[in-house]
């Protein structure tokens, strides 16, 4: 036992003789009865909630804003009552208790203590106190962990008896992670009651230099109004003070003449696009150049439509080039914006290739790439990225054969910050002394994901429907055992030039883009590698697997059957017929097993479909004592869309909505680079994306029917459930062949 200064239980310590009882007296002080600390230890939440949980016999669950704190929320003050899930009635002064049971998946361990999870954190902090306080504390958990509301409803719902739930679904109504200070919150709850329109967090606004970003408390982008709230704590902090009286100044040196400049340069009338849609009725069409400054001036803006118009679309037309070493450059001058957008598809680099000894070595790859050049350091690498204001990410790419690199920046400064994301992308040098803090995150990312019902059940189906040679689940382990020289082997055979499809769009000319690109990526060594063909090993009939959880009250479930590829003709009749089934909330699974049946918080489909095949899936969290009423109304909807015609307005709202929903891409630069770059990548016609509206409102009920029957066929669904087997085998049975795992 070693004591350090980390709270003890006294009587163990005088038992095992490590501590005297003369030195209990003088050197340690008592926290809770029993339970000591070393006397000049600071008394902190997390100190307090140890030695509250000692106090317990190791029996209690830290919980609420105690529970909030140990999870990285800030703003909870450490001389508060420690609260603990701990039946006991004459409890110690600083300790507030609560009898009540938990489920089984609402607590972990953490740093050797149990606690309530964050979801059961939230569950609790936001039921008690007063609204205003309650909706402070969720922004603060939310700011520190990523607190998704859809999670809290889910608990919710396991517990409709709760006190406190009317407040709790307000309360996560007006939740915003954004904000950085109770006082943040409190402001904007003051703007929303007033009536005003609810503000955005965090708003990054770049200094006049071009070499910082900033970050507003909350405002109006479209309206360039932001409202901070200046508290005590920057004013305490001299580093923070310093940094807002820089930030201050920045912001002050924009004047009227800076902002006419920019009008002048890129909201031009000839540059608009404009979009009106009408609740029930049709999308206008969407004007290019020649045709918007016509609409301008009759006053289309102001009108709701008339006509059942089509919107037509025109993507900016990328000049394609290929460099002496192999790769392609597609460069697009757009004027969306003084912006500038690259995106890297490295073509059979990804996951799906990975060795077999070792699968997780492609993954950390891509990872790692910006972690170090033959040339730069992964601090200098980031800090070059910082004083430019580049956001660079790395990853899985269009699909999982291939590594995605993406990059967005300023124009202005493209010819200065685009070296640097192209020396990351062919000159990366995998620092050994970086892997480990970087497997250490990637583990631990790994692991947190695989804490999730629905994230294990998607990896399972992923190995279902597509094998598993190919949809490798990689496991802690096999992260921890990479090393540098596999990660060199890797990179030296798999990143090669001849594979690289290099999409770049923004406010800079094609030929300085090509200027650069050649500049930056010309001598970049080409190698004999090709992409090879990747294994389809599709399921062969319908199969089920339970993951047991004993006692769940929800069930995790996940479902879907193998589709086509992105270029195969049934591809778009898919996606409407997934808009139908499970694609929104207007969807018939939505709606007959959440509005209709309340079987669930929300079930919704998607179509995936990648260079080598694709598949239709949809998941959900059904209420486990009605699993067996879910699982009905799911096979009969997927009966219904293979065998019944889709009324016709019925399909006629899911095809506009589609459309609508893409026409608002198009003003996302990245989602523009990113269509650019699909159209090589799978082969697209080169007016695919142009014809994209017309071909989905050509559309059919046959269509639908026919890809319904074809694909969405429960002779060949694959099904994975995470909840209590002793009721889901019966239930799950007719689904087909079932499998139990632990």
Request: glycine share 8%; proline share 5%; hydrophobic share 40%.
């Amino acid at each position: 036992m070693d004591i350090g200064d980390q709270p003890f239980v006294g009587s163990e310590a005088l038992a095992s003789g490590l501590v005297k009882k003369h030195q209990m007296r003088t050197q340690f002080r008592a926290v809770f009865p029993d339970v000591y600390v070393i006397r000049d230890a600071e008394l902190t939440v997390r100190r307090r909630a140890k030695a509250a949980w000692l106090y317990s016999h190791r029996e209690g669950v830290i919980a609420g804003l105690t529970a909030s704190a140990l999870h990285g929320a800030e703003w909870v003050d450490d001389d508060l009552p420690i609260e603990l899930i701990w039946s006991n009635a004459r409890r110690p002064r600083g300790l507030r208790t609560f009898d009540m049971r938990l489920r089984p998946d609402e607590f972990v361990v953490l740093d050797g203590v149990r606690i309530t999870t964050v979801v059961r954190t939230a569950f609790d902090v936001a039921r008690r106190g007063r609204l205003d306080n309650a909706i402070a504390r969720l922004d603060a958990l939310g700011n520190a962990t990523g607190l998704s509301a859809d999670d809290v409803l889910a608990v919710a719902d396991c517990h409709r008896g709760a006190r406190g739930l009317r407040q709790l679904r307000t309360a996560l109504g007006l939740y915003d992670p954004g904000a950085a200070s109770p006082k943040e919150t409190w402001l904007r709850l003051l703007i929303i009651r007033a009536g005003y329109p609810r503000p955005r967090t965090q708003i990054p606004v770049l200094s006049p230099d071009g070499r910082r970003w900033y970050y507003l408390d909350m405002g109006w982008e479209e309206i360039k109004l932001a409202a901070e709230y200046d508290g005590e704590q920057h004013r305490v902090n001299p580093i923070q003070f310093a940094y807002d009286i820089q930030r201050s100044e920045d912001l002050d040196e924009v004047n009227a003449g800076d902002v006419r400049d920019f009008v002048g340069r890129y909201l031009k009338p000839e540059q608009r696009t404009i979009v009106t849609v009408a609740h029930g009725g049709t999308p206008t069409p969407i004007y290019t150049a020649d045709t918007a400054a016509r609409a301008i001036g009759n006053e289309r803006l102001a009108r709701a439509p008339l006509a059942r118009d089509l919107v037509r679309v025109s993507i900016p037309e990328a000049v394609e080039t290929t460099l002496d070493n192999g790769l392609t450059l597609l460069a697009a001058q757009t004027n969306h914006a003084p912006i500038v957008s690259v995106r890297f598809e490295i073509r059979g680099a990804g996951p799906l290739f990975a060795p077999g000894a070792n699968p997780a070595v492609a993954t950390v790859a891509a990872a790692m790439l910006r972690e170090g050049t033959a040339t730069r350091a992964s601090r200098g690498i980031a800090e070059d990225l910082d004083n430019f204001g580049v956001s660079l990410s790395a990853g899985a790419g269009s699909d999982a054969a291939s590594v995605s690199v993406q990059a967005i920046g300023l124009a202005d400064t493209f010819n200065s910050w685009f070296p640097v994301v192209a020396d990351v992308v062919a000159h990366a040098s995998f620092p050994g002394d970086e892997l480990p803090l970087l497997k250490r995150r990637l583990i631990a990312e790994t692991q947190n994901r695989r804490s999730t019902p629905a994230s294990v059940a998607g990896e399972i189906l992923d190995e279902m429907l597509y094998g598993p040679d190919a949809a490798k689940r990689i496991t802690p382990q096999q992260i921890e055992s990479v090393t540098a020289d596999q990660l060199r082997s890797w990179y030296a055979e798999r990143y090669a030039p001849q594979n690289v499809i290099l999409s770049v769009g923004g406010a800079v000319k094609t030929g300085k883009i090509r200027q650069q690109v050649a500049n930056a990526l010309g001598k970049w060594t080409k190698t004999s590698f090709t992409e090879p063909a990747a294994q389809d090993r599709a399921p062969a009939a319908a199969k089920v697997v339970i993951v047991d959880r004993p006692g769940s009250v929800q069930t995790a479930l996940v479902f879907g059957v193998r589709g086509v590829d992105r270029a195969h003709p049934d591809q778009l009749a898919l996606v409407v017929a997934n808009r139908v089934l499970g694609g929104g909330p207007a969807s018939r699974l939505f709606v007959k097993l959440r509005e209709e049946r309340g079987l669930t918080y929300g079930v919704l489909s998607q179509v995936n479909a990648f260079k080598h095949g694709g598949d239709w899936r949809g998941a959900g969290e059904i209420t486990s004592g009605r699993i067996g009423e879910g699982a009905e109304a799911l096979a009969a909807e997927l009966k219904r869309i293979g065998t019944d015609a889709v009324p016709d307005q019925e399909l006629d709202d899911a095809k506009r909505s589609i459309v609508a929903s893409f026409a608002v891409t198009l003003e996302q630069l990245p989602q523009l680079v990113s269509y650019m770059s699909s159209r090589r990548v799978y082969g697209l016609s080169p007016d695919y994306w142009d014809r994209f509206p017309q071909k989905i409102m050509a559309i059919t009920p046959v269509d639908i029917k026919r890809v319904g029957a074809t694909y969405m066929d429960m002779s060949r669904i694959q099904v994975v459930a995470v909840g209590d087997s002793t009721t889901l085998r019966s239930v799950l049975e007719p689904f087909g062949q079932v499998t139990v795992v632990k």
